[in-house]
């Protein structure tokens, strides 16, 4: 047979099963917050793989919209093609896909851009000279940076 406990003994017991509670209440919070950062993360690194796949498929609609013929491009084929250019804008808008806004002639930006040329001449800013591959900001991050052929002037 157990002895009654006194009071200050259960008051003790009651304040160290509290503490007890109170600190496995804090490790399940703690651990619920990292398995949401973990989730979270693991579906941002998937959604990027899957939006890296797609980028050579945007590259090839862009080059082949820039190269129609004037004589073909009123074709309806053609025009086919101009609204699935137009529907794959829209869906880049929707999933916060844009290309990266870079024109002939502005200055550099290694964070932007990935130059793979430059021609060597004298001045003193680097600038764009050509544009060989459209770069791409999804959610805010650089996807893929610009790749640029650079020049000084």
Do not use: C
């Not at 157990?2 to 304040?15: A, F, N, V």
């Not at 090839?60 to 794959?88: C, F, H, R, Y």
């Not at 200055?107 to 000279?129: C, K, M, T, Y």
């Amino acid at each position: 047979m157990t002895k009654p406990k006194k009071p200050d003994e259960l008051e003790q017991q009651i304040g160290e099963l509290t503490a007890d509670l109170q600190r496995v209440r804090a490790d399940f919070e703690n651990y619920r917050k990292r398995v949401d950062s973990d989730l979270e993360r693991a579906k941002s690194i998937g959604e990027n793989k899957a939006v890296m796949k797609i980028l050579p498929l945007i590259d090839i609609l862009a080059k082949a919209m820039a190269d129609i013929p004037m004589e073909i491009s009123e074709n309806t084929w053609v025009l086919g093609i101009v609204g699935v250019q137009k529907n794959l804008e829209k869906m880049m808008g929707e999933i916060n896909l844009q290309p990266i806004n870079v024109k002939l002639g502005d200055d550099f930006n290694p964070d932007l851009h990935h130059a793979v040329q430059f021609d060597e001449q004298s001045g003193e800013r680097e600038i764009i000279a050509e544009i060989l591959q459209n770069g791409y900001i999804y959610q805010g991050q650089i996807l893929r940076p610009a790749m640029v052929k650079v020049t000084r002037k």
